[in-house]
């Protein structure tokens, strides 16, 4: 169980540097819709219109989703204007431009994204924007883009790292403990990552998109790689630190697995980013769509829906639209994420990619309360309680009132302890307030 003093050296241990910008634009994650789980490659002008329709229609853009995020594949493949040396949009695709639908985007009162590589293709081979930073950031910025997405593929041998940093989700050779001891070429103790190739690839974008009038919000994608996690904050808004999610079970998991040991990293500006929701995609079943939006809100990880809107089920969307956890992942005062409390299957720090922490917690402002998050990790129902002592936020009182996050059923005063008999891969999500 994680004491006071814990979350308060967790807390300490902040990037004293972030990356601010104007207006607001990235101190809380983002929300929004990305292309890329629902299309693929067969992304077109009117699927990015259809998708933000739609979010206005299903009543997402009133609760805060804002960015309508065009993947891969958007552009005339190999070539660059000859004259401009700009990225050229497809003109079967995108018949009007870029440009055109972000004007329509923008009308709906959205906000637009694209897609690019710190390499010179991108992941699918179309152009990237390694060497053309200035040139790319220009365009995007007078296209109307608000929104960057940088992967991390394309990389000539000139630009790869001196040294490997462990990505302890198979990338490189790990083993169950989330150590690497197959690492080659590790790096020193004092070496700086933010020095490395890695890094200096995503700063020129960042100082390119900086010298542009128009705001765009700089969402870093190397996958983990170079130890992100101790310069992506003074970097980007955002940062990958996991591979690819997959609509299964065991891939949520293991990224949520990998991400609760960076939560000391979340705070206003900058946010490790466990790449987009699943929810709605293959077999995941209500449970696991819950528990996997439930997480990624808690984590205050980037919220950006990647599937096709019109398609989702009452539960999904109700899922995806549950206001608890949506007023504590864009909470204005509390940057902190939830943390864990209690690994619960597992004794505390256990690195297990099919158990991750099961008992989370973090305050509310605008609730006025804790959120407290309860996981069944198990194959089978299990019960899990939550013992008000146990969790920091709550420590010193007895009583408190519970209200139900999924239902928003009054649950009373429930005194010392609450008990759930949760589904496999289910969670139970509470906010507790008022002592009584």
């Given at each position: 169980?994680?004491?006071s ?7 300490a241990?902040?990037p004293?540097?972030a990356?601010?910008?104007k ?10 819709w990305?292309?890329?789980n629902a ?5 077109n002008?009117?699927?990015i ?5 739609d979010?206005?229609s299903?009543?997402?853009?009133d ?6 995020n065009i ?10 204007n000859?004259?401009?040396q700009?990225?050229?949009?497809n ?11 972000a004007a329509?985007v923008h009308?709906l ?5 694209i ?5 010179e293709?991108t ?11 200035k040139?790319d950031?220009?365009?995007f910025s007078?296209?109307?883009i ?11 041998s ?11 989700d198979?990338?490189i ?6 150590t690497?001891?197959d690492?080659?070429d590790?790096a020193?103790?004092e ?7 890695t890094?200096i690839?995503?700063?020129r ?12 919000l700089?969402?870093l994608?190397d996958w983990?790689n170079?130890?992100v ?8 808004n ?9 609509a ?23 946010h490790?980013d ?8 293959g ?6 769509n ?5 997480l990624?809100?808690i984590?205050?990880?980037?919220l950006?829906?990647?599937?096709t ?15 608890y ?14 943390y864990?409390?209690k690994w ?5 720090w ?15 402002s605008?609730?006025?309360g804790?959120?407290v998050?309860?996981l069944n990790?198990?194959?089978?129902t ?20 519970v209200?139900d996050?999924w239902?928003?059923k ?9 008990s ?8 139970s ?5 008022g002592?009584?």
């Open positions: 169980m994680l004491t003093l814990t979350i308060a050296v967790l807390a241990a902040l004293a540097d990356l601010v910008r207006d607001g634009v990235g101190r809380l994650p983002a929300l929004g990305n292309s890329w299309f693929g490659c067969d992304v002008a009117s699927a219109l259809t998708a933000a329709n979010i206005v299903l009543g997402l853009k609760l805060g989703y804002e960015y309508v993947d891969d594949c958007w552009s005339v493949e190999g070539v660059r000859t004259t401009t700009r990225i050229i949009p003109p079967t695709t995108f018949p009007d431009g870029i440009s055109g639908v329509q009308a009162g959205l906000k637009i994204g897609y690019s590589s710190a390499g293709t992941c699918a081979g179309y152009p990237a924007s390694l060497g053309y930073e040139v950031a220009e365009a007078d296209w109307g608000d929104y960057l997405k940088y992967d991390n593929c394309g990389v000539p000139n630009w790869t790292d001196k040294y490997n940093a462990c990505v302890p198979g990338d050779g790990t083993n169950p403990n989330g690497c001891p690492l080659t590790p020193p103790p070496y700086d990552w933010a020095k490395s190739n890094s690839r995503y700063d974008m960042r100082d390119a998109l900086l010298e542009q009038s128009r705001t765009i700089f969402s994608c983990g170079a130890a996690n101790t310069w992506g904050k003074e970097t980007g955002s940062w990958r630190m996991s591979g690819d999610i997959t299964e079970w065991s891939r949520i998991a293991q990224i949520a697995n990998e991400n609760s040991f960076l939560m000391n990293y979340v705070e206003f500006w900058g490790p466990p790449d987009m929701l699943e929810v709605g995609n077999n995941l079943t209500v449970e696991e819950r528990a996997h939006f439930a990624w809100a984590m205050k990880s980037p950006i829906i990647g599937t809107l019109n398609k989702l089920s009452a539960d999904n969307l109700a899922t995806i639209k549950n206001k956890l949506l007023d504590f992942h864009q909470d204005p005062v509390y940057g902190r994420p939830a864990p409390y619960g299957y597992n004794p505390d256990t690195f297990d990619p099919e158990h991750p922490a099961e008992y989370w917690s973090g305050p509310s605008t609730m006025k804790t959120l998050l309860m990790t198990e194959d089978s299990a019960t899990r309680t939550a013992v008000w002592n146990e969790i920091p936020e709550l420590m010193g009182h007895d009583s408190y009132r209200t996050a239902s928003g009054d649950l009373g005063c429930v005194h010392k302890k609450h759930v008999s949760l589904k496999s891969h289910d969670v999500v509470l906010l507790v307030k002592k009584c």
